[in-house]
């Protein structure tokens, strides 16, 4: 039997950190500007930033689960009005933007001085009109 995975996020308790992974990882890197560990595919955070997190679902109206072992210790279901799928969405797009900026700024580092100067009145044009 194959379970499908429901539009929840999942927080996991480990220690004293939460983590969760996946595309739910994406949502709480694009409501909280957490990093992605990308060996790990998930986001992590200290058990002290629970209520802003919790904060960002709710008011992002995302439904949420919170695990501590295999024990739900709180969780929201905004039924139809959850805004999971939205979230993921604007994750990916924000995602995807993050790492496009971070190949071209590794690119500019290999410029000469040159290049760069060129490169930097190219972008000064197209940002000022």
Do not use: C, W
Not at 24 to 49: Q, S
Not at 55 to 84: G, H, M, Q, R
Not at 114 to 127: F, G, R, S, V, Y
């Amino acid at each position: 039997m194959v379970e499908i995975k429901k539009e929840i996020v999942e927080l996991r308790k480990s220690g004293k950190f939460y983590n969760t992974f996946g595309d739910d990882a994406i949502i709480i890197h694009y409501l909280m500007d957490y990093k992605i560990v990308a060996e790990k595919g998930g986001v992590g955070f200290p058990e002290t930033a629970i209520n802003k997190v919790i904060n960002a679902l709710e008011n992002a109206e995302v439904s949420y689960k919170i695990y501590e072992k295999d024990l739900i210790t709180n969780e929201k279901d905004f039924k139809k009005l959850n805004s999971y799928k939205e979230m993921l969405k604007k994750g990916i797009k924000e995602l995807s933007i993050e790492e496009r900026f971070q190949k071209i700024e590794k690119q500019i580092r290999l410029l000469n001085e040159k290049e760069l100067d060129n490169l930097l009145e190219i972008i000064e044009n197209a940002i000022s009109h």
